[in-house]
């Protein structure tokens, strides 16, 4: 049982980088896996990246692979998004998510595999 809080939005120009962080407090945040979403107007809600519970998987959408990286420290209970090399279509409110993981690890890319969500932050990239 996780509550989860972004931060670190913004407004940058196009190349430019934002570190998003998103707050766990609550019990047991280790056992979690974590992912980022994003969610820009009139469009659904679309996954980003997501990290295991020991951090040795991570996994990201073809849109973000190589410019955005995910990690957590689990003694902070915490969770970032790296995020280089804006594009105006990054635009979107970003939301930190989690699901209590029980197996091995598979990559989830779905929302519908999270039933904790923080409340979003918003990211706006101009050009």
């Known amino acids: 049982q996780v509550q989860l809080v972004e931060s670190g939005g913004g407004l940058v120009q196009a190349g430019g980088s934002l570190r998003l962080s998103c707050a766990a407090s609550g019990s047991d945040f280790s056992t979690y896996v974590m992912g980022w979403f994003r969610q820009a107007p009139g469009k659904e809600r679309e996954f980003a990246a997501t990290?295991?519970?020991?951090?040795?998987?991570?996994d990201y959408s073809d849109s973000v692979k190589g410019r955005f990286t995910i990690s957590r420290d689990n003694a902070k209970n915490t969770v970032y998004l790296q995020m280089n090399s804006l594009k105006p279509e990054d635009t979107a409110v970003y939301f930190c998510?989690?699901?209590?993981?029980?197996?091995?690890?598979?990559?989830?890319?779905?929302?519908?595999?999270?039933?904790?969500w923080g409340q979003g932050t918003q990211v706006t990239v101009s050009s």
């Open positions: 990290i295991s519970r020991n951090s040795l998987n991570r």
């Open positions: 998510a989690g699901v209590l993981m029980i197996g091995t690890w598979t990559t989830s890319t779905s929302p519908h595999a999270y039933n904790y």
